[in-house]
């Protein structure tokens, strides 16, 4: 029944049009494309896998770093040909967000212009551009209401994301978020439990509760705290590994360790971004937290009952940034011993309050500093990776190298850990398995499967 009025509310009586969508940047994006997808589908749209087959093409788009931002106008400029052929445009995310309508004059091509707090009206702005006519989502920032939807197209089936919390008001001085995602904003603990138990019953054993300052959860019906949600959702039976990206420093409070020395299935692993190790670039940068603070809750994290893996962002060349500033950044490195970082040159972006910071730091300095801080982190993990051979890791089977006739799997701490195994094994994706640790990489480890 549903699916033939589902049909007739966007194409009279007409064949399933096609959507071609491809994202960039975050985790968030990622899932919120799933949304994106289902709710496309469920208004009758069939998804394909390349720019010719579609009808509607969309780009779900990220604006962290001027990079990541030009890669959308890139694609929109390579496949400016196809409007003539009927096919429409989309932007969605958050370069839709932050250019608004200036992208129809950068790109008169596009037909939607829609940012993330708004995809909750996608199917009527779908009307309207199918009409022919423009259409933008832009407005909502201010909404209390997440985007949740029951049509989410999961694209693996073993784990799933759930977004606890949008938004963001922590106004750091080189971030684009909380203009592009608008004000924090949680759903109720009850709705995330509901779905959780939903994801275990459909057969996903892990979950990956999402947010852009994820430990920034309140309830809105006030029943439960951040850790409380995350040792009911590691209760939820089915669940077997649940993790959590991305904490904020200043939010982040003893009981999360408390909560994962209390449940096993919370994985051993705390992505905790610092961006500087130096107090005068952190107040710079509105942080929030200095140094101290900053390891007083890496102290709590090594205090755990189990080891725990300890993650990180850091941006180098942040205006002002100096010489002894960047030596204070590869210090915390050596001081916490993080077993990766994602390092980033700073890029200025527009209405953040740092693009009117003088004292930039020259390009070829950033590329200079972001070197010696990537070479410091190898160091360092090649030490830290070395301490699990002789081990014995539980993986989940995530894929297999034919090539090299290896199974890839990711362990609790969120390590790559490919292993061989007889075909008696009997491994298979999204199964797991306990793997020796033979020997290591600076970003992997190699083992071998052992009976359990
Ligand atoms: N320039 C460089 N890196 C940035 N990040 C956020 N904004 C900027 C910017 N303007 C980095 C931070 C953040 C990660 C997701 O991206 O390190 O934690
Ligand atoms: Fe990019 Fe941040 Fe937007 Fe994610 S939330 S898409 S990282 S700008």
Known sequence: MRRSARYTSVMPGDAQKAFYLETFGCQMNAHDSEKVVGTLVQQGYRRVETVEQADLILYNTCSIRDKAEQKVFHRLADYKKLQKQGKKFAVLGCVAQQEGEKIFEKAPHVSLVC????????????????????????????????????????????????????????????????????????????????????????????????GQNVNSYRDPEGKRSFAELLAAVGQVPGIHRVRFTTSHPRDFTRDIVDAMDAVPTLCDHVHLPVQSGSNRVLQAMQRLYTREQY????????????????????????????EGDLEQSLSLLDEVGFDGIFAFKYSPRPNTPAISLEDAVPDEEKVRRLELLNQRQREIQIVQNKRYIGTTLEVMVEGKNEARNQHIGRTSQNKTLNFSAPESAGIKVGGYANVRVTSSFPNSLIGEWVVE
């Open 115 to 210: 940012g993330s707090a708004s995809y909750r009206n996608l199917p009527q702005l779908l009307v309207q551009i199918e009409a022919g006519k423009r259409a933008t989502g832009l407005d909502d920032r201010q909404t209390d209401e997440c985007f949740e939807t029951e049509f989410t197209a999961r694209t693996n089936p073993h784990r799933a994301y759930i977004t606890i919390i949008e938004g963001c008001d922590k106004f750091c001085a080189y971030c684009v978020v909380p203009y592009t995602r608008g004000k924090e904003r949680s759903r109720t603990s009850e709705s995330v439990l509901a779905e959780a138990r939903q994801l275990a019953d459909l057969g996903y054993t892990e979950i990956q509760l999402l």
């Open 295 to 322: 390891l007083e809750r890496i102290s709590w994290i090594k205090s755990a009952r189990r080891q725990m893996v300890i993650t990180s962002d850091v941006i180098v060349g942040f205006p002002g940034e100096t």
